[in-house]
Each structure stands twice: as C-alpha cells, then as structure tokens.
C-alpha cells in the first residue's frame, strides 16, 4: 500500500521530500489512511479538520476523533468552525456548495499561513469514477470525462490510484479506527445515489467496473492534452483582440471550416459564463442574421456580419452636461477636457477635436446616440444620420450602442466622438478662436 501510494506520488510529482504539507483530515476512513501513509513515508505534515455544524453531536464527534488522533500520531492539527447554513442563506448557494468554497478557502489560506507547500485531499479512485458517471448523467463533454485531477494547482490527491475498498481493508490492517458521516449513507443525493445504488449494480454486470471506468477517465485526461494544445493553437490564429474596445472578435467564415466549431466555442466561451445551451444555440445559427446576441452577466457575443464580437457588458452609457470649459469624467472609463487654444489648427487625431469657438455655445451635452440623430459630417454639405455613417464605417452593433456624441446647447450635434466633427462648427480660414474637446480614456 504506501509503495503504491508512494510511486503514484513520485510518477506524478506530488510532493517535495522538503516542504511542509497540509493534509485535509474529515476523520472518515480516506483522510485517516492519507494522514498516516504520508506520516508514514516520511513526509512533513499538518492536519486542518473543518466543523461545519450540519450533524448535530455526529460533527462534534468528528473533532474529538481528529484532536485525539493527531495527539497519538503527534501531528499538529488546526481546527475551524463554520456556520454553513447562514454561509448558503447568505449566498444563495446550496449546502454542499457552501461547505465546499468555506473548505477549500480555509485550507488555501492556511496553507500560506504556515508556509505549507501542498494541501493534501483524500479523493481516491472510486471518487473519481462516481464524478465521471455524475457528469456523464448530467451531459458532458471531455472535461467532465477526466474524472478528479491528480493536482489543480496547490490542491493533491495522493490517494487517487487506491479504491475505497484498498483504503478499509489498509485501516482495518493496521487495526486503525476512523468515523462514519452518516450523510454517506443515505441515498438522497446524486453522488450517494450513484454510489450506494448505480455502482453495486454495475459491479453485479462486471466486477472490474470501477477499474475500468477509472481507465476510461484516465484516456480521456490524455484525451484531453490533445485536445486543449490543438483547441489553443486555434484561438491564437482565430481570435482578435483590440486592446482598446476591450473586444475579441473570430471571423465566422474561418470558424466554420474548423472540425468542431462548437468545441471551439464551449472552449473559447465557457469560461466566460456561457452555458452549453447558448453555445448550440450559437452553433446553429453562425450563418444566421446579423445582430443576434448572447449574453452572460459579464459578457456579451454578438453576431455582427462575418465576426463574432465578444465585449464586456457595461452598464448603460450616461449623459453629462459641461456647463463651461473644464474637465468633466463621465464614468469610470471616459473623462472630456474642454479648452480654448492659441493655435488656429485642426486636429488629426480621433479623441481629440478643434472647433470654431465661436459657433458653438454652452452647455454642451455628452450623450448615447439617439434613433434618428443626424449631422453633417466634416467636408461634406448633406445631412446624413448617425446610424448610416457608423454602418458605412462597417461598425459593429455593439459599438453602435455604446456611440456617444457631443451636442450644443440647441442639441446640434458637434461630434460624433472618436469618429468625426460637424462640419458648421469647422475651423475656417475667418476662425478667431479654436475650442478643444478631448477625449480621455482611463
């Protein structure tokens, strides 16, 4: 038993000889086995056992057990107490989730508190097969096929190449005692549905089920290294970025010609809050009209012509009112400075305009451009509306709602910010003096 637990820790880089590791103690059977295999093949550890007040006296028992076990084992042990309850009230996540981010936030605080390398998890083999069939039953893709991972960063799982039965039969051995959460055995759950009910019945057809399971979880995290390199290989040709607007942006023309543009999008869009339903839905109609969106809290996919256009979601643009020249913030994102200048120019640059100061009047208003806003642009004599400019400039509907214009104090438009002036405040040759209004981007 510890060789194996031993090669698995060495073939997977585990732990360092070294460093100190933290090891999460329950008291039940897998984290008692973990907690004296590790001590037992040398390594420096500590113990952490959670109480989350959700068994009544069975919790307390718990805690006594762990105080008392790492006092004959002279391990150092850290204890903590959680109201779970109020935790999942006040968070509206169920008690299971409420119990897991309080766990796992502990132990990752603690483990830089005392400068422990690893923190150590008592996951094994079953608990790996139990989470392939959870996700394979809720619907899944590759990700959900791998199982449990070995490590997700500071987190291990030593035990994961020994059974359940491998653990009892270790313990009852070395004639070591362990507590029993009475939780686990009953069937009310998914997980334990799965493990008091699906699994007995799976091994009555095979009896090598979990281990071949376990097998398939295995291919299938190799699988997955394929998958991801191929997967990230084409987000770095697919994927545009514009730094300024904050946007990626994928031409669905090269999209399409992938193998899977749908595994391309789950694995571009999951992340970013997008469940499977959208992204079929997204799928499906790639070649669909222009202006369909998506949305998440965060973020927003537009179906804007040949591109998809992912932007964060922003609250609704505001309107500012500059009585005078000053500067002026009209959200966290964008400020306007407003002055008279000496020279007599004109201004290249697209944050920035010079007018003729003297066909222009305060107030002046910053604003969201409205359905049915017209002007004139620079150098030309017609009207023509907003909307059609900022089509004929191939804008994308997400840029188009977050347009802002400047009007004067008669709601004339004097410019179409960051895209071009009106031509009746232009500078001329009969100008006297030039106003400045720029555009500061935070």
Known sequence: MLNKVADFIAKHGLLSREGLHLVALSGGADSVA?????????????????????????????????????????IPIHLIHFDTKEY?????????????????????????????????????????VETLLMNLMRGSGVHGLTGIRVHHDEIVRPLLALSRQEIEDYLHSIGQSY???????????????????????????????????????????????????????????????????????????????????????????AKKGFNTTQIEQLTEHLEGVSGRAFETPDYTLLIDRKHLILAPRKAPMKSLRIPEEGRYRLDEEYCFDVKTIENISISKTEDCITIDKAKVKFPLTVRPVENGDAFIPFGMTGRKLVSDYLTDRKCSLYEKQRQLVVTDHEGQIIWLVGKRTDNRVSVTEQTTEVLQIALIRS
Not at 105 to 121: H, M, N, P, S, T
């Open 179 to 269: 507590v029993t959460d009475s939780t686990n055995l009953v069937d009310d759950v998914l997980r334990n549905k799965i493990r008091l009910n699906v699994l007995p019945l799976l091994e009555q057809i095979n009896p090598n089920v979990a281990e071949n399971i376990g097998k398939t979880a295995r291919f299938m995290q190799e699988t997955e290294k394929v998958v991801e390199a191929a997967i990230r290989q084409q987000q770095e040709t697919l994927i545009e970025c514009d730094a300024k607007k904050k946007t990626e942006a994928v031409a669905i023309e090269a999209l399409i010609k992938l193998p899977s543009p749908e595994l391309f999008l789950y694995e571009w869009l």
């Open 34 to 74: 973990l907690l004296l295999i590790l001590k037992d093949l040398g390594y420096r550890i500590e113990a952490a056992h959670c109480n989350f007040h959700l068994r009544g006296e069975e919790s307390n028992r718990d805690e006594e057990f762990v105080k008392k076990l790492c006092e004959e084992k002279a």
């Open 88 to 128: 999942a009230a006040l968070h509206q996540v169920s008690i299971e989730m409420a119990a897991r981010e309080l766990r796992y936030g502990y132990f990752r605080q603690l483990r830089q508190d005392i400068g422990a390398e690893k923190v150590c998890v008592a996951h094994h083999r079953d608990d790996a």
